[in-house]
């Protein structure tokens, strides 16, 4: 039931821009974390930003901070990761993840690593030429 699906990805220039989304299905948006993960070609999975489950506060990882640009619509039940002044080191397949449901808040510090997420989309791809 719970589905998380992205869209967005494609192929843009060093320096552009391009917005992500993550259609949102099954659960309460405002009772889970939400965070975007990125992996390049015969790397691991890496943590890029977090929304907490009010949408109250955003992190960012230092690689993109300052660049990227992580929000929420309720009412479109969407998470969105706006993205500039993209690198060529951006490049790879980008992952909306989520947990939940919170109840009660909890130390989202710890949520930086692929297994601490139950819900994952299928991902899609940002190629940034040089």
């Known amino acids: 039931q719970v589905q998380l699906v992205e869209s967005g990805g494609g192929l843009v220039q060093s320096g552009g821009s391009l917005t992500l989304s993550c259609a949102v299905s099954?659960?309460?948006?405002?009772?889970?974390?939400f965070a975007w993960f990125r992996q390049a070609p015969g790397k691991e999975r890496i943590w890029v930003s977090l929304?907490?489950?009010?949408?109250?506060?955003?992190f960012y990882s230092d690689s993109v901070k300052g660049r990227f640009t992580i929000s929420r619509d309720m009412n479109a039940e969407m998470v969105r990761l706006q993205m500039t002044g993209l690198k060529p080191d951006d490049t790879g397949i980008y992952f909306c993840?989520?947990?939940?449901?919170?109840?009660?808040?909890?130390?989202?510090?710890?949520?930086?690593?692929?297994?601490?997420?139950?819900?994952w989309g299928q991902g899609t791809q940002v190629t940034v030429s040089s």
């Open positions: 993840a989520a947990e939940g449901p919170f109840y009660k808040g909890t130390d989202y510090y710890k949520f930086l690593d692929p297994d601490d997420y139950t819900y």
């Open positions: 099954g659960f309460t948006l405002d009772l889970y974390i």
């Open positions: 929304i907490t489950e009010k949408g109250a506060d955003t």
